[in-house]
Structures are given as C-alpha cells and as structure tokens.
C-alpha cells in the first residue's frame, strides 16, 4: 500500500496539480465503472469496531473525506468504495460558475501541502442535485448494513453580492437538501472575495437560521446543519461563532478552512511567493486546526458536533483529534500525496489503536 507515494513522485509530482487531481479522479471513477467496486468494498470496508454515531447519523469509521475533492457529487459512490466513513460533496453554489483562472492548485511537495485559489468551480446547484439523488440509491441498493454518509457543502456563487448572500445560500440549500445526509454552510473559503466577512456573527445569524429553516423544509426532515470556520479567526471570534451555534442550535461546527497564512513553511518563500493567493491546507495546518478544535470542545461541550479537518495524515492523527473532543474527522490534502488506499489505512491503524 505504501508504493503509491513513489508512483506519486515519477508519475504526477511533476505535473499541473488540477491536471494531475483530474487524473487521479478519473482513475477512481473508472474502477466504479469496470466493475471493480465490489472487490474494493471487500477490501477496504472500515471494521465494524469504528461505527460512529454523530448527527443522528450511523458513519461506518470517523474518518471521512473533506469537501474539494468531489465539487461535483460526480464520484461518491466510487470514493466511498475506498473506505472513507463519509463524503462531503462541494462546494456547491446556486449559479453554475468556472472559478478562478488556471493555473490555480500548487503543490508544496516539501510541507506536504497544497494552495488552491480555485473559486468554488462547480455546475451549480441544479445540476449537481439529481447526481446527488441518484448516488444515495446507489449507496442504499449497494450496502445492506451502515452506508458511508453523503455531506452537502454549500457557498456563494461569486458574482451575487455580499448583501444577496442568504438569498443565494438559499438556493442551495432548497435544492439540495432533499439529497443530503447533512448540509455545511461555508463561510471561511478565502478564495471567494469577501466570503470570510459572513462570519461576523451578526452577519452569520440570519444566514445559518434561514439556511436551516429552509433546508428543512425542502427536504420534509430534519437536516443536520453545520458550519465551516476558517482557522485564522482570532481566538474571541471563534468563541462568538460557537456561542452563536449553541444558540441556533446548530447541529455541529467543521474547524477548519484552509488558512491564507504562510507562516513556518519549509518550501523556499520565493517560491511559496510565486504561486500567489489561495488557501493553504495539508500538514502546516496541523497545530492551529486542532488548537481551534480543543477551543471549541471547552466551549460547546457535547452540546455540538465537532469535525476536525486539517493536517491529518495517519490513523494516530484521528485518533488524537477523537481525543481532543472531535466525533468526526476529515482529511483531503494527504489523499493527494498517499493515493487511493489512504482511507482504508486510516482505518486499519484506529481499529488496531482501538485495540
């Protein structure tokens, strides 16, 4: 399992990153469509010891795969073929978009990390909700016992204004929901101009009240809603935002987004300087990603759910931030750098850490 980081380096580390993603992708997809999923669900189904209660949710394993890899809902029942307990399928806005120009994913190969600017490149709503649909039947049809969960990650569309935002949000949310396990509001993507300002909670109040509301209504159900920080709050904004997810009654809190700092990379700055804006994720987000996480657990107790997203590579990783007072971890930047058989090596190391 552990050639992949040598076929990454001959075969995709010197190429685009968005070109190499796409591949990669494409390769998974491929395998679904062959015929193969049903001997990588063999393979690679999380233990049974690892069924996670959270959300109201059965998740087979803790560990599921964080929003950015699949934009599209394109992929999901080929991902969750890998063993990830969950994926959260975006970001996903009202209007259809392209994003940021390319070139826009950068890969700082020595911090194990990745820059992305790329703008919430999506179909849109609309045409993202039908892939969504048909993918649960897939999942239900396929997995007699507990099915990997599908999270619906929602944004912005960039050309609606700041002061349009709910109505926008809205959209999503009502077309959406019906096919989502459960919904993220995303707040904290530096790359949508001004996008971060909506978490000023007096902001952030109606948004996340009438995404629920609406969300709950479309969907004829309760669908548990959460929100998606960004890691360079300061420490008191965090403690607002928690406050106020604790008064909506908000179902969970994800900590966090990627972080626009460049502080303590061991890549040459001039070259971290060449590749421009974008959120940084991967290993440099290790620290303040679970700082956040432990600031959080003090505040909302077990009044919220908590999903930890940021630096996580290894099964022991997990495992510390379940510690820490995560019910739920993601990760997505190492899946790039360890390759398709990331997941089910999670899981293999929490289950023997389990023991």
């Known amino acids: 399992m552990r050639?992949?980081?040598t076929f990454f380096r001959l075969c995709f580390s010197w190429m685009d990153a968005e070109k190499a993603h796409k591949i990669g992708f494409t390769l998974i997809k491929a395998a679904q469509t062959v015929g193969a999923g049903a001997v990588m669900r063999r393979m690679f189904t999380p233990p049974a010891s690892l069924q996670t209660e959270a959300l109201g949710l059965t998740f087979p394993t803790p560990f599921g795969l964080a929003a950015g890899f699949d934009k599209e809902g394109k992929g999901i029942n080929a991902l969750a073929n890998l063993g990830f307990?969950?994926?959260?399928?975006?970001?996903?806005t009202g209007q259809p978009q392209p994003g940021n120009p390319q070139?826009?994913?950068?890969?700082?190969?020595?911090?194990?990390a990745v820059i992305n600017r790329m703008g919430f490149n999506n179909d849109g709503?609309?045409?993202?909700?039908?892939?969504?649909?048909?993918?649960?039947?897939?999942?239900?049809k396929t997995y007699s016992g507990v099915r990997p969960v599908v999270g619906v990650n929602i944004g912005k569309t960039k050309v609606v204004e700041l002061d349009d935002a709910l109505g926008d949000y809205l959209i999503g949310a009502r077309t959406l929901a019906p096919s989502a396990d459960y919904l993220v509001v995303n707040v904290s993507s530096p790359n949508t101009p001004g996008l971060r300002l909506l978490q000023d909670?007096?902001?952030?109040r109606p948004l996340l009240a009438g995404v629920g509301r609406t969300a709950d209504e479309s969907a004829g159900r309760h669908v548990p809603l959460l929100v998606k920080i960004a890691p360079d709050l300061a420490d008191e904004d965090v403690a607002e935002v928690a406050a106020l997810a604790l008064e909506l009654k908000l179902d969970g809190i994800i900590c966090s987004n990627t972080t626009i700092s460049r502080d303590d990379l061991r890549s040459?700055?001039?070259?971290?300087?060449?590749?421009?804006a974008g959120g940084l994720s991967g290993a440099p987000l290790k620290a303040r990603s679970l700082a956040v996480?432990?600031?959080?657990?003090?505040?909302?107790g077990d009044s919220l759910t908590l999903v930890s997203v940021g630096g996580v590579e290894t099964g022991a990783e997990?495992?510390?931030?379940?510690?820490?007072?995560?019910s739920l971890v993601q990760g997505y930047t190492a899946f790039l750098y360890e390759g398709p058989f990331w997941a089910a090596r999670i899981n293999k190391e929490l289950a023997a850490l389990r023991k």
């Not at 709503?125 to 239900?140: D, E, I, S, T, Y």
């Not at 909670?201 to 952030?204: A, G, Q, R, S």
């Not at 996480?293 to 909302?300: A, E, G, H, M, T």
């Open 318 to 326: 997990v495992q510390e931030r379940l510690d820490a007072g995560a």
């Open 293 to 300: 996480l432990r600031q959080l657990k003090s505040i909302v």
């Open 3 to 5: 050639i992949y980081p």
């Open 201 to 204: 909670v007096e902001t952030l």
């Open 85 to 92: 307990g969950h994926i959260e399928v975006g970001t996903i």
């Open 103 to 112: 070139p826009r994913l950068f890969r700082l190969v020595e911090d194990r």
């Open 125 to 140: 709503a609309a045409a993202v909700a039908p892939r969504l649909k048909q993918a649960l039947a897939g999942l239900a």
């Open 268 to 276: 040459p700055g001039a070259m971290v300087e060449e590749k421009g």
